[in-house]
Nanobody
Framework: QVQLVESGGGLVQAGASLRLSCAAS????????MGWFRQAPGKEREIVAR???????YYNDSVKGRFTISRDNAKNTVYLQMNSLKPEDTAVYYC????????????????WGQGTQVTVSS
């Protein structure tokens, strides 16, 4: 089994920065993509950022220029650097891993972390 554990969330004021970490452990698997998702109260879960096996990245338009996804393969860890945080960034943030190639341009994320709360006050 694969475990993903997020950390780094918290309560900050608008304009502040946070760095989320997602550490993977358990059985060895091929990570075709790692993604950060978020879900705010009353809203559907949405993808925030994704990094592929070849370091290609994708960002939700709402976070472009403010968030950066990266990874450290030696530490089996993916990061989400969040700068210039806004109240609308408030949500539970989840990391997820896809262990198979994309189909139709979409990855199937089979492994999920438990989530970490990010709250941005105005």
């Amino acid at each position: 089994q694969v475990q993903l554990v997020e950390s780094g969330g918290g309560l900050v004021q608008a304009g502040a920065s946070l760095r989320l970490s997602c550490a993977a452990s358990g059985r060895t698997f091929t990570s075709y993509a790692m993604g950060w998702f978020r879900q705010a109260p009353g809203k559907e879960r949405e993808i925030v950022a994704r990094i592929r096996w070849n370091d290609d990245t994708y960002y939700n338009d709402s976070v472009k220029g403010r968030f950066t996804i990266s990874r450290d393969n030696a530490k089996n860890t993916v990061y989400l650097q969040m700068n210039s945080l806004k109240p609308e960034d408030t949500a539970v943030y989840y990391c997820a891993a896809a262990d198979s190639p994309a189909v139709g341009g979409q990855y199937k994320y089979n492994y999920w972390g438990q989530g970490t709360q990010v709250t941005v006050s105005s």
